[in-house]
């Protein structure tokens, strides 16, 4: 099953592929697009193999393809791995007419991304997500960038890719932590644009014998699983598609896709991301939804059903003990949505709705981040 989309937005359009084994026709679409100058391929260290085959497969085509790896982990998004890039392209002679292909999760496309948009004012960027996380959100919508000493994503460009390649045989490459963290983002599109979507993760959590870190129904042995599951994926990513092609630079609706990212951002940061982004976001979300709650915007049952989710999926919405909620708050206010010193929470009112507020009162925050509970 391959489901096409296509971001429209002022500036271009670009289609995003997701199907099993989608990376066999990677070849075709660059050729379709034109894009035959130098292919420099970044990739996760882990997907080594992977990036080989792609490479291999490319030359078999005529493309001219460089391979380098950066470390996994959100400690890559970094000054120094970004400067390593620009060397290692200017070093062997990047042109303008050459494109970047990012293979790997969030770190990987932003990072790529970013180097991608700088580089000699700007080459072309191909996306090809290896995570689920990175499938459903981070490589769709153009955000690129790296992290700041005081703050994360502080950095960056909008610089959106010409090709969106998301196969989902590579999510049978992931441990089950990894996947956990991405069924985060699918469950954040649930509550603030698709209710049918939270519906059918429920609906899949009850399925017997199913399991949201099993990553062996990636391998398509299971062919009635892997299409329910390559469909729901399909719908998140939609719900990202819909939202970029009318607000491409986060002036408007897109800030809803940061929901449980205020509070998110603030713990992966000071916990020196020991904590996977979609765990953090997951943290987030349930925070986010408490202050709903405390200013009478959703009822507390909402909070307990996306709990419930969340954790069928694997993940825990507790603050960590070891937090200092003080700093989480100071943190807050260098967050990159803060406009005209206020911050703008996306606080839900319903699943598959929510409402973006910049007049919620310091201490109710407070009081949320001094309780796991309502």
């Known amino acids: ?103 790997g999760g969030g770190v990987v496309g932003d990072l790529a991304g970013f180097a991608a948009a700088t580089i000699l004012r700007g080459v072309a960027l191909v996306q090809l997500p290896s995570t689920l996380l990175a499938m459903v959100d981070a490589a769709v919508g153009g955000k690129t ?7 994360k994503n502080l950095i960056g460009a909008f610089h959106q890719p010409r090709l969106v390649l998301a196969d989902t045989h590579l999510l049978a490459t992931l ?17 603030i644009r698709d209710a049918e979507l939270f519906f059918a993760l429920e609906e899949l959590a009850s399925s017997q014998g199913w399991h949201a870190t099993n990553a062996a129904y990636w391998d398509a042995q299971n062919i009635e699983l892997t299409t329910k599951l390559t469909a729901i994926i399909a719908r998140a990513v939609a719900v990202k598609v819909e939202v970029v092609s009318r607000d491409e630079f986060e002036r408007g609706e897109r800030i809803t896709l940061n929901y449980g990212h205020t509070i998110g951002h603030a713990i992966e940061q000071l916990l020196g991301y020991r904590l996977l982004h979609g765990e953090c976001v997951a943290i987030g979300m349930d925070a986010a939804a408490r202050i709903a709650v405390a200013l009478g915007l959703c009822p507390p049952a909402l909070v307990e059903r996306q709990r419930k989710l969340l954790a069928a999926y694997g993940l825990s919405t507790a603050l960590p003990t070891d937090l200092d909620r003080d700093a989480v708050l100071a943190l807050i206010g260098r967050d990159k949505k803060v406009q005209a010193g206020k911050v703008r929470w996306i606080l839900p009112t319903a699943i598959g709705q929510v409402v973006v507020r910049s007049d919620v009162p310091f201490d109710v925050v407070e009081a949320v981040l001094a309780s796991d509970q309502v």
């Open 175 to 191: 441990p089950p932590r990894e996947l956990r963290a991405g069924w985060a983002e699918v469950i954040k599109h649930g509550i």
């Open 145 to 151: 960038g790296i992290n700041h000493p005081l703050g």
């Open 1 to 103: 099953m391959t489901t096409t989309l296509t971001v429209t937005t002022s500036t271009t359009s670009y289609p995003v592929i997701v199907g099993a084994g989608v990376l066999s026709t990677l070849a075709g679409h660059l050729a379709a697009l034109e894009l035959r100058g130098t292919l420099w391929l970044i990739a996760d260290e882990h997907l080594i193999a992977v990036a080989e085959h792609i490479a291999g497969m490319l030359s078999t085509a005529g493309f001219r393809v460089r391979i380098t790896t950066i470390p996994s982990g959100e400690q890559s998004k970094s000054f120094n791995e970004l400067h390593r890039l620009y060397d290692w392209m200017i070093e062997n002679g990047i042109e303008r007419r050459d494109a970047v292909l990012a293979l």
